[in-house]
């Protein structure tokens, strides 16, 4: 599964080259208001496994840990839905967006 991605990524990244200066996500448009399902990453909870930090899907409003914890449900959750963006939660400091592979 991991060399897939990686393929994937590189190929995203190829893509994008002529329009890194004006960058936009048109993913987030599409954000409304969603509210996180859960306090907890749930997978993790279910498998017992610690979970480093939390991210939150913005478009269905699915928790899951980070890629720094051990389930990486977060990546997971994209890969079996293709829900595009994230935001960290509690904090909401920052959105990634697993299609631009950027921090907005
Ligand atoms: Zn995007
Ligand atoms: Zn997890
Ligand atoms: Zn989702």
Request: a neutral charge.
């Amino acid at each position: 599964m991991w060399s897939q991605l990686k393929d994937t990524k590189t190929l995203s990244k190829n893509t994008r080259f002529d329009t890194i200066q004006e960058m936009t996500c048109e993913h987030f448009s599409q954000e409304k208001k969603i509210e996180p399902k859960a306090i907890e990453c749930e997978e993790c909870k279910k498998e017992h496994l610690p979970t480093v930090a939390l991210r939150m899907c913005l478009t269905c409003g699915h928790v899951g840990c980070c890629d720094s914890s051990v389930g990486r449900h977060a990546t997971k959750h994209f890969e079996e839905t293709g829900h595009p963006v994230m935001k960290a939660v509690p904090d909401k400091s920052w959105k990634w967006c697993y299609v631009h592979e950027e921090y907005f």
